[in-house]
């Protein structure tokens, strides 16, 4: 018999936390159940790097970190309701984080009813609890199992090289054969062309929220030019007022302002912005306490791979290193450089 869906599979996950979410918390995260892809290749019980749908379950609706009673807020305001609200955020976090990921879902099972959530990198939107033995949470499954990996939320522009790309790779980033590898498709500002850049692990991450940039970096080697160069992923704040960074640098270097480091390419990822900032207004929706910025995926590369800060040779190495970037963001502020940039701030997402 053919399997309702016959892509996932419903994992018992409530007794074997993932050894790999210590990094994020230090009680190992364990959802109840998670959903994987049947060909995932999971080697554990537990693997927020490879779940596709994490779900919890309260006994008590009062342990609902939602309300559906109030017409002025969603939110749940006990002390059981915001231990369930760092529970189930917590889960978000550590997919987000440790998947390539526009988007996900979770659900939240209280009593007899459950709420579906969709997180993004701008909030998260949450429906109103339903009786889970009818036929919608089933009905939820069956459509997620049948959706495209971009619905899914998988972020379809990250991939595995191919096989002689890797070899070279390796070789070129000093990786053994045992190290994971990544291939990123990085878009052209002035053209609709696309290059591929092979990386590893990252070697930032700022990403511990489940809102907000999330930006990681990458030191990656590039299939075309054969050269190692860095590449950075982030959530930009998508805003009329707001400079991509790739914007941003090419007016420095147009200016010739000194000790920039060169701008490759970088553009918007398509069809990779946040949508929770759009439902705020709704008819539907429960009013919340500040309004949500709307994200856009970014990636983009520069041609230099600079070192650790402290990992300077002598004195004169670090003074001159302080003293190139004080004159590279002194000249960017001189009225002499004529320069006109937008703003570029740093966001602060909530839920």
Request: glycine share 8%; charged share 20%; net charge negative.
């Given at each position: 018999m053919k399997p309702f869906c016959p892509h996932l599979e419903l994992v018992d996950t409530h007794a074997s936390g993932d050894p790999e979410s210590g990094i994020l918390n230090p009680e190992l995260l364990k959802p109840d159940t998670a959903a994987y892809n049947r060909d995932s290749g999971r080697d554990r019980v537990t693997d927020f790097s490879l779940i596709e749908i994490h779900s919890e379950f309260k006994l008590d609706t009062h342990d609902d970190a939602f309300r559906d009673d109030t017409p002025d807020s969603i939110e749940h305001d006990t002390e059981a309701s915001r231990d369930t609200k760092g529970q189930i955020t917590s889960y978000a976090v550590a997919q987000l984080a440790t998947q390539f990921r526009s988007h996900i879902f979770s659900i939240l099972i209280c009593g007899g009813y459950a709420r579906i959530l969709r997180w993004d990198r701008s909030g998260a939107v949450v429906s109103q609890t339903f009786n889970y033995s009818n036929r919608y949470l089933a009905e939820f499954y069956w459509r997620y199992d049948h959706s495209t990996p971009e619905d899914r939320g998988v972020d379809i522009s990250v991939s595995e090289p191919l096989a002689d790309e890797a070899t070279l790779a390796r070789q070129h980033l000093k990786l053994d054969s045992w190290v994971?590898?990544?291939?990123?498709?990085?878009?052209?500002?002035?053209?609709?062309?696309?290059?591929?850049?092979?990386?590893?692990?990252?070697?930032?991450?700022?990403?511990?929220?489940?809102?907000?940039?999330?930006?990681?970096t990458f030191i990656v080697f590039d299939l075309l030019t054969e050269e190692v160069v860095f590449l950075k992923d982030t959530w930009r704040i998508d805003l009329p007022d707001m400079a991509k960074e790739g914007e941003i640098y090419t007016a420095l270097h147009k200016a010739k302002v000194s000790h920039i480091p060169p701008f490759v390419r970088g553009e918007d990822i398509p069809h990779q912005r946040t949508l929770a900032q759009d439902f705020v207004s709704a008819s539907w929706a429960r009013p919340i306490a500040r309004p949500l910025r709307p994200h856009q995926h970014y990636r983009f590369v520069l041609g230099v791979v600079g070192r650790d800060l402290m990992s300077f040779d002598s004195s004169w190495e670090l003074v001159n290193a302080m003293k190139?970037?004080?004159?590279?963001?002194?000249?960017?502020?001189?009225?002499?450089?004529?320069?006109?940039?937008?703003?570029f701030r740093s966001s602060q997402g909530g839920l």
């Open positions: 994971p590898l990544v291939k990123f498709a990085v878009y052209h500002e002035d053209d609709e062309g696309i290059s591929y850049y092979i990386g590893s692990k990252p070697t930032f991450k700022g990403n511990a929220s489940p809102t907000g940039r999330a930006t990681r190139d970037a004080l004159q590279g963001a002194l000249c960017s502020t001189c009225p002499d450089h004529n320069l006109t940039l937008l703003p």
